[in-house]
C-alpha cells in the first residue's frame, strides 16, 4: 500500500512540474525582443503612398496575409481607385487584363481612363455602376480580339472605389458567331423564298377557279387551289420571319448603330398608320391617335417607326372586328411615353413577364392563324434598350392590354472614351501587386 501511495505521489509531482515548465516558456515568449516592432520600412508607391508589407499584414499565416492571397488567385481583375484615381491596389489578374497603363511620368503607372470614368460616376452619384464593353488590345492593326470585359465599380468610402473586372471574351465571341450565323443564313433563305412566293401567286393565277356552280367545278381543281393558297401564306408568313430575324441580329449588335437623331413623332405617327392600314381596315379597327403636335424623341427614325408598328400590329392582330386601337402620347423634359391600347383578348398574368422573349406567344392558337413570328415584340424591346428606353405592359385578361414604349426626349449623354489600345499595358512597373 506505501508503494502504491509513493508511486501516486511522484506522478503529482511530475504532472506539477510539467504545468510550471509549459507555463514559464510561454511567458517567456511573450516578454521576447522578437515581438517588437520591425524597424524596417513599409515599401513606397509613387506619389508617397506606401503599400502593405508581409509583416503589416500579420504573416504569411496572418488572417491579412490569407486575404491578400484569396484576391490574387481570383480571375476577375481587382483594382482599388483613391480619391485621386490612383491604383492603390492591383490584382495580377488586373494586370493581365490590361487595366494599367503608363504614367505621366517615367516609370509611374496609371488606371485605364474606363475605370476612371466609372470610379468618377460613382463617387459623384453613390450608386454602383456596371458596363460591359470590348476593348482593343495589341498594337494598332492587329487582328487580335478585343478583350470583352464586364466592369463593376462600387464605392468603398467617400473616396475609395472598387472596380471589379470578368473576363466575358468567349462570351461575347459566341454572341458574334450566333448573330454572324442568324444573319448569314437568314440572307441565304430570303432568295429560296422570294421564288416559293412567285411560283405560289404563278400557281393562284393558274388555278383560279372558273365562274360555275360549286358543284360543276373539277375536285381536282378545287383541291390544287387550296394547297396553292396554303403555300403562298406560308411562303410570306417565311419572309416575315426571316425579315425580322435580319431586324433583330441588326439591333443585337450585328451592325453599328446609327447615331441618334431628332426624329419627328407625327411622321412616326402617320407612317404607322399608313403601315397597318391594310390589316386594320380587314378586320374594320379604327386607329386613332391623341397627344400633342411637334413632339421629337432622339434616335433612328426607322426604328421607331418599326417599334411603334409593331405594337399596333400586334393590337390589331389580337383584337376583334369592329374594335378601336388607340395611340396615346404623354411627354415630359427627359421622356416621352406612346402608349398603344387595344380592346383586345388580353394577357393572362402568367404570360406578362415572357411576352417580349424571342418566339413566345400567348395564344399559339391566334398566332398560327394570323401568321405571326413571335418576334415583333422582342424587336420592340431591343429598339427600346438601343435607345436608352424601355417597354412595358399593363393588361386584365379580356378586358384588352397597354402597351407602354419609352423613348429619350434628348440626345443621349456622350459615349464612355476608348483610348488607344498601344497606350494599354499589361506588365506596368512601380506598383507590387495585391
Known amino acids: 500500500m506505501d508503494t502504491v501511495l509513493g508511486i501516486a505521489l511522484l506522478l503529482i509531482a511530475l504532472a506539477v512540474g510539467v504545468a510550471a515548465g509549459l507555463l514559464l516558456s510561454r511567458i517567456g515568449r511573450s516578454g521576447s525582443p522578437e515581438r517588437a516592432a520591425d524597424p524596417t520600412p513599409s515599401k513606397p508607391i509613387e506619389g508617397g503612398r506606401k503599400i502593405d508589407t508581409e509583416d503589416e499584414r500579420g504573416g504569411k499565416s496572418g488572417l491579412k496575409g490569407l486575404g491578400r492571397k484569396s484576391l490574387d488567385s481570383l480571375r476577375v481583375g481587382v483594382v482599388v481607385l483613391d480619391g485621386e484615381d490612383q491604383p492603390v491596389l492591383v490584382n495580377p489578374a488586373a494586370r493581365a487584363m490590361g487595366l494599367l497603363r503608363s504614367g505621366g511620368a517615367p516609370g509611374t503607372i496609371a488606371a ?15 450608386v454602383r455602376r456596371e458596363v460591359e464593353l470590348d476593348l482593343p488590345r495589341g498594337r494598332a492593326g492587329s487582328a487580335s480580339a478585343p478583350l470583352g470585359l464586364h466592369l463593376r465599380a462600387v464605392a468603398l468610402n467617400s473616396t475609395h472605389v472598387a472596380v471589379e473586372a470578368a473576363d466575358v471574351t468567349e462570351s461575347h465571341r459566341l454572341a458574334r458567331v450566333r448573330r454572324d450565323f442568324v444573319a448569314n443564313v437568314s440572307h441565304e433563305l430570303k432568295t429560296p423564298i422570294g421564288a416559293l412566293q412567285l411560283l405560289a401567286e404563278a400557281l393562284l393565277d393558274a388555278t383560279e377557279l372558273p365562274e360555275t356552280p360549286p358543284e ?23 419572309g416575315r420571319l426571316v425579315n425580322e430575324l435580319l431586324e433583330l441580329t441588326r439591333l443585337q449588335g450585328a451592325e453599328p448603330l446609327p447615331t441618334p437623331e431628332p426624329v419627328a413623332l407625327d411622321w412616326v405617327i402617320a407612317e404607322v398608320v399608313d403601315r397597318t392600314r391594310t390589316t386594320s381596315s380587314a378586320k374594320n379597327i379604327e386607329v386613332v391617335y391623341t397627344g400633342p403636335k411637334g413632339a421629337t424623341v432622339w434616335g433612328s427614325d426607322s426604328q421607331v417607326a418599326t417599334a411603334v408598328t409593331n405594337l399596333v400590329e400586334n393590337a390589331i392582330a389580337y383584337s376583334g372586328e369592329d374594335t378601336r386601337v388607340a395611340l396615346t402620347m404623354r411627354q415630359d423634359e427627359d421622356w416621352i411615353e406612346i402608349d398603344v391600347t387595344d380592346q383586345g383578348i388580353g394577357i393572362a398574368p402568367h404570360d406578362v413577364d415572357r411576352i417580349f422573349e424571342r418566339f413566345y406567344r400567348a395564344d399559339q392558337a391566334r398566332s398560327r392563324s394570323t401568321g405571326g413570328t413571335g418576334l415583333g415584340l422582342a424587336i420592340v424591346k431591343h429598339i427600346a434598350t438601343n435607345h436608352g428606353g424601355r417597354v412595358a405592359v399593363s393588361s386584365t385578361l379580356g378586358g384588352g392590354s ?7 426626349a434628348r440626345p443621349p449623354e456622350s459615349p464612355l472614351p476608348l483610348p488607344a489600345a498601344i497606350e494599354i499595358e499589361s506588365g506596368a512597373a512601380g506598383l507590387p501587386s495585391a
Request: aromatic share 4%; net charge positive.
Open 402 to 408: 397597354t402597351f407602354t414604349l419609352r423613348l429619350p
Open 112 to 126: 485605364h481612363p474606363i475605370l476612371r470614368t466609372l470610379a468618377g460616376q460613382v463617387r459623384r452619384t453613390g
Open 216 to 238: 360543276e367545278r373539277s375536285e381536282d381543281l378545287i383541291a390544287a387551289r387550296r394547297f396553292a393558297e396554303r403555300i403562298h401564306h406560308e411562303s410570306a408568313r417565311m
